[in-house]
């Protein structure tokens, strides 16, 4: 059974050894830049939001990604998913649903968030689809390019 864990010091490196294939780079950041990213928070519609990054494991075998942010006060999204990705040696088998399921999860029990948002590049029909089928409906909206879908849990 799969299982997500907290970036630290003891992972992290394993963690931004995991790839994407080159023609999904444009797609995601590289795991280097999400942790280090996620030192610092993001300001985006203009608040300040804590992120938190994840690897997701299979055993003891790292095989993604994901980080999600909180910002607990937002009258739209109290929680955005910023990133997900798999390993290009590991795609294909269950873990990137895995880890947007286990995210869902976290929120559903946290009564402080009422709606996720999530954003994509609009020719990532895999995300799209994988989205589209936990739930997640598309705003219209466009944010630096990506196509943004939200999912109202409550
Ligand atoms: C998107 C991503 C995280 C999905 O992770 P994954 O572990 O490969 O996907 P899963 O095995 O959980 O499959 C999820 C769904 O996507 C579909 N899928 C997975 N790989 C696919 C592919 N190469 N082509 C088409 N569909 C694909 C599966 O059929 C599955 O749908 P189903 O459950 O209805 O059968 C992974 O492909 C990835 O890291 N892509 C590059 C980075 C990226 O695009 N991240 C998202 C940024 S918004």
Do not use: C
């Amino acid at each position: 059974m799969p299982e997500i864990r907290p970036v630290t010091k003891e992972n992290w490196e394993a963690l931004i050894g995991l790839k994407v294939r080159d023609d999904q780079k444009g797609f995601v950041a590289s795991n280097l830049y999400s942790i280090a990213h996620s030192q610092f928070g993001d300001e985006y519609e203009g608040h300040w939001w804590d992120l938190f990054p994840y690897g997701i494991y299979d055993g003891d075998q790292p095989v993604g990604f994901l980080m999600y942010a909180y910002k607990f006060d937002h009258p739209r999204h109290q929680a955005f998913i910023i990133r997900l990705m798999v390993d290009e040696n590991h795609q294909g088998k269950g873990y990137g649903r895995f880890g947007m399921k286990k995210m869902l999860e976290i929120f559903q029990a946290d009564d402080r968030i009422r709606t996720v948002g999530i954003s994509y590049e609009p020719e990532n029909e895999t995300a799209r689809k994988l989205y589209a089928s936990l739930g997640f409906i598309e705003t219209g909206e466009v944010d630096d390019g990506e196509t943004v879908a939200e999912l109202k849990l409550k």
